[in-house]
């Protein structure tokens, strides 16, 4: 099984960046297809990035294309996410996820992930 721990977030200044990480313990980090999700206040969880094993491949939804950028260091057993141009509207609890994979398969959904961190806020401010 897999421990994860997001960190990184904060309260930033609309127009800022952020680059929030997730450290992960237990079983093989190659072997696992990382997520990041996030959720807004008085709103469902929502998926955000997805990042295969190598790291070779990313998927990101809509509204995170351009502003948002997932890698991963398999060597510090860590995935990051990039945030630039904040905006209000990305005020959110951000979570990573993993899932164990044989073969590279793009997750989006919550459901699809073994494991999840507890999540980090992300507070952006006008």
């Known amino acids: 099984q897999a421990q994860l721990v997001e960190s990184g977030g904060g309260m930033v200044q609309a127009g800022g960046s952020l680059r929030l990480s997730c450290a992960v313990s237990?079983?093989?980090?190659?072997?696992?297809?990382m997520g990041w999700f996030r959720q807004p206040p008085g709103k469902e969880r929502e998926f955000v990035a997805h990042i295969t094993r190598s790291g070779g491949s990313s998927r990101y939804a809509e509204s995170a294309k351009g502003r948002f950028t997932i890698s991963r260091d398999n060597a510090k057993k860590t995935v990051y996410l990039e945030i630039h141009n904040l905006r209000p509207e990305d005020t959110a609890v951000y979570y990573c996820?993993?899932?164990?994979?044989?073969?590279?398969?793009?997750?989006?959904?919550?459901?699809?992930?073994?494991?999840w961190g507890q999540g980090t806020q992300v507070t952006v401010s006008s």
């Open positions: 996820a993993s899932d164990y994979q044989y073969v590279d398969q793009v997750r989006t959904t919550w459901g699809e992930y073994d494991f």
């Open positions: 237990g079983g093989t980090f190659s072997d696992y297809a």
